[in-house]
T-cell receptor, first 113, second 115 residues
Framework: DAKTTQPPSMDCAEGRAANLPCNHS???????VYWYRQIHSQGPQYIIH???NNETNEMASLIITEDRKSSTLILPHATLRDTAVYYC??????????????FGKGTHLIIQP | IAGITQAPTSQILAAGRRMTLRCTQD?????MYWYRQDLGLGLRLIHY???????GKGEVPDGYSVSRANTDDFPLTLASAVPSQTSVYFC??????????????FGEGSRLTVL
């Protein structure tokens, strides 16, 4: 799996958009970008994933650069409940893969009231 | 049961004792995983299972064993606990066939303290 780099922490004001960056300069053509988050003391929760096109769901948007070497997770209107550690992971999408996902240290996002 | 259930939620254990952490899922996922989470080290994969009857080693398998006798259950056993195994343990599962997002579903964790 490609290595990812994320800032250790970020602050964002409540109601504003939170933009979380992730660098994955060694990503290969068949590796997907996944985002998970972990709210204190809970199990990680899936947010979104993508290959090369931008993706949006009810939780967030994922913007992947054209060269795929970096991506940004966008929480459009952050709330206090979005305070969590956010993990960016890249790996091959494989129906037979069974090695789990490699979680780094993530970004601790703190939403300020 | 809905999703993944882990038990116990927390346990204090004397060093040298045997301990089994239980994990049960009702989503008929074929793949299951055990992670441990330690402060400053993030989540690390201990063992995984593709399907009932098969298991594999993750990043930090030493001191742990798993079994997968059926689809729903994936217990993690510490044969002789040591203090370095003090951690929060997360079980996860996902479906590896059909329309597969690769999404992992996690349990709420088991906090283990070995004294």
């Amino acid at each position: 799996d490609a290595k990812t780099t994320q800032p250790p922490s970020m602050d964002c004001a409540e109601g504003r958009a939170a933009n979380l960056p992730c660098n994955h300069s060694t990503i290969s053509g068949n590796e997907y970008v996944y985002w998970y988050r972990q709210i204190h003391s809970q199990g990680p929760q899936y947010i979104i994933h993508g290959l090369k096109n931008n993706e949006t769901n009810e939780m967030a948007s994922l913007i992947i650069t054209e060269d795929r070497k970096s991506s940004t997770l966008i929480l459009p209107h952050a709330t206090l409940r979005d305070t969590a550690v956010y993990y960016c992971i890249v790996r091959v999408y494989s129906g037979g893969g069974a090695d789990g996902l490699t979680f780094g240290k993530g970004t601790h996002l703190i939403i300020q009231p | 049961i809905a999703g993944i259930t882990q038990a116990p939620t927390s346990q204090i254990l004397a060093a040298g004792r045997r301990m089994t952490l239980r994990c049960t899922q009702d989503m008929r996922h074929n793949a299951m995983y055990w992670y441990r989470q330690d402060l400053g080290l993030g989540l690390r994969l201990i063992h995984y299972s593709n399907t009932a009857g098969t298991t594999g080693k993750g990043e930090v398998p030493d001191g742990y064993s798993v079994s997968r006798a059926n689809t729903d259950d994936f217990p993690l056993t510490l044969a002789s606990a040591v203090p370095s195994q003090t951690s929060v343990y997360f079980c996860a599962s996902r479906l590896l066939a059909g329309v597969n997002t690769g999404e992992l579903f996690f349990g709420e964790g088991s906090r283990l303290t070995v004294l």
